[in-house]
């Protein structure tokens, strides 16, 4: 953990400068990255993989979310315009970086969190390592203050963190939809 915090901090160094913000201060650090935690998610080898929903089509609430996966596969993220789910093949060594709802409402929406799903293997058990980049229960959210004080018309509101999780973890999931619980 202490190892994916700087490559975290590069990354999002890079983001934040990519929305005209210059500098990570540590109050911004603390909402960038606030809190962040490592899954450890276990998927069986599923008889009728046809039959069974791996993960549901959804988004993470995260700012970032840093995944290492296994050989198998199986994860799928769908198309910029909505349309055709796109396999994520495993790279040996690799990381898969999402965006995640927390940065694209911080971000005023020019960067947009991922939708995503996991599905069943027939064959062999599956393991995957996210480690979810958050901003601690207790921040609000919402676009940078940067950003509407150079004249850009919010899209999202301030919200809680945690009640904008606690929307997302009170129904199935459906894809994008939980950013809507932000917008104005």
């Not at 769908?78 to 093949?89: A, L, M, T």
């Amino acid at each position: 953990m202490k190892k994916s915090e700087v490559v975290i901090k590069q990354l999002l160094q890079v983001l934040i400068k990519g929305l005209n913000v210059n500098e990570i201060d540590e109050a911004k650090e603390s909402l960038l990255m606030g809190s962040i935690r490592t899954n450890l998610n276990y998927y069986p080898k599923c008889p009728n993989p046809e039959l069974t929903v791996g993960v549901g089509r959804h988004s993470d609430v995260s700012t970032l979310t840093i995944l290492l996966q296994d050989e198998i596969g199986g994860l799928f993220v769908r198309g910029n315009k909505g349309g055709d789910w796109i396999h994520v093949p495993p790279i040996k060594g690799s990381l898969v970086i999402n965006v995640g709802d927390a940065l694209q409402i911080m971000s005023n929406g020019r960067y947009r969190s991922v939708e995503r799903r996991v599905v069943a293997n027939g064959s062999k058990n599956r393991i995957l390592v996210p480690i979810f980049v958050n901003p601690r229960p207790t921040d609000m959210i919402g676009p940078l203050p940067e950003l509407v004080a150079n004249g850009e018309i919010p899209i999202y509101k301030q919200v809680l963190y945690s009640d904008y999780v606690k929307h997302f973890f009170r129904k199935a999931h459906d894809g994008k939809k939980t950013v809507e619980f932000a917008e104005l």
